[in-house]
């Protein structure tokens, strides 16, 4: 299987950043932009400057801002749109999509109210089975890989070869795909960090240090486990790019919008407030907290970091109050 006419629907930063890597790793790529302006700056100046400042991309990049053009004999779709939109803009898309295609999902989110990851949201919508849907997952700041760091990734398919041709589209001189099956547990562990990554804000916010970024990127971690042990995760995924890697990425980073937005309410700006400064960019983990420690409670999984940053998010908790009631908890051993 060859994937060499690719789709990129969505011309956010990594959506962009994205095509940019299929590109540069000599595919025929196809971004398609919901705002014209941005679909006519990457055809004729190969910038995109609201999403990827500074930024040159490849000539062979072409974008639309027409589905129909996008989808026009392509081999494989990549969606980069929000996890929250990703129902709504697929349906619209699915009567287009060529048969046989593979489909990659970049979003990292649990859907709200119904607790389902975005790959099972994909197959469900384009009526395809499941080992047709790739999922693309690791540390991966779409700014530092637009600028061609080096960074690894993970492409997680339950179909071997479908993984490996996605693996070998995307492969270039900055970036490389390994390959796993476990969707579960990649899917998680993309999801969850960007929850953590707003503890981790809110607590740096607060002035906190390292000590508790470690504690809260490790605690995370346990948390996510347990609730990839409920869903059939592969546990082992968490000590991977998609679990461990994407977590300190994240947790680390002020290039990480979730980070970011977690600082500003640590310093005491509401939600609102927060969310202006985002200036449109999407931060996952604001929605994803309330989906990710509902399907938590739905199968019986202690998840305290992702219920404190629901209730500092939605349920005007004190970031304070956050603190001191995930210090007061019950003591226990580190493994139970
Ligand atoms: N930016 C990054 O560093 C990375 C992001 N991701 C994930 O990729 C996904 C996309 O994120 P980004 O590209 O960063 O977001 P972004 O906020 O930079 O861009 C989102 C894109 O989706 C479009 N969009 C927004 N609402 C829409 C709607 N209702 N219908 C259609 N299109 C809509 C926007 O116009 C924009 O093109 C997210 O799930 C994110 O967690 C994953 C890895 C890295
Ligand atoms: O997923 C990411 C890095 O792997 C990007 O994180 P943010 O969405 O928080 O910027």
């Not at 395809?128 to 492409?155: C, F, H, K, W």
């Not at 998609?242 to 939600?271: H, M, Q």
Request: with cysteine; glycine share 10%; hydrophobic share 45%.
């Amino acid at each position: 299987m060859e994937l060499q006419r690719i789709a990129v629907l969505g011309a956010g930063s990594w959506g962009t950043t994205f095509a940019k890597v299929l590109a540069d790793a000599g595919r025929d790529v196809v971004v398609w932009a919901r705002r014209p302006d941005v679909a006519d700056e990457i055809n004729n100046q190969r910038l995109n400057h609201a999403y990827v400042p500074g930024i040159r991309l490849p000539e062979s990049l072409r974008a639309t801002t027409d589905p129909r053009l996008a989808l026009d004999g392509a081999e494989a779709v990549v969606l980069g749109v929000p996890s929250q939109t990703l129902r709504a803009n697929l349906a619209e898309w699915r009567e287009l999509l060529p048969a046989d295609v593979t489909l990659v999902s970049l979003a990292k989110g649990i859907e709200l109210g119904t607790g389902k990851r975005m790959s099972e949201v994909v197959a469900e919508v384009a009526q395809v089975s499941s080992d047709r849907v790739a999922v693309v997952s690791g540390p991966n700041l779409a700014m530092e890989i637009a600028a061609q760091q080096p960074t690894a990734t993970v492409v997680a398919c339950t179909d071997h070869e479908r993984a490996t041709a996605v693996q070998r589209a995307s492969a270039n001189g900055y970036f490389r795909p390994y390959t796993i099956t476990d969707v579960v547990g990649c899917e998680l562990g993309g999801a969850c960090k960007n929850v953590i990554a707003l503890a981790c804000g809110i607590a740096h916010g607060m002035g906190f240090g390292d000590n508790t970024m470690a504690s809260l990127i490790t605690r995370g971690l346990a948390e996510t486990a347990r609730l990839g042990a409920a869903l059939g995760a592969d546990p082992l995924t968490f000590a991977g790019l998609a679990g461990l890697g994407d977590l300190v990425a994240t947790c680390s980073s002020p290039l990480s919008r979730n980070r970011s937005f977690g600082a500003r309410l640590g310093k005491g700006e509401t939600l609102a407030q927060a969310q202006e400064a985002t200036h449109g960019q999407v931060a996952e983990g604001v929605k994803s907290c309330t989906s990710i420690r509902e399907l938590g409670a739905a199968h019986g999984v202690d998840m305290p970091i992702a219920d404190g940053v629901h209730r500092v998010c939605h349920e005007s908790l004190d970031p304070r109050q956050m603190a001191a009631e995930l210090l007061g908890r019950a003591q226990k051993a580190e493994r139970s």
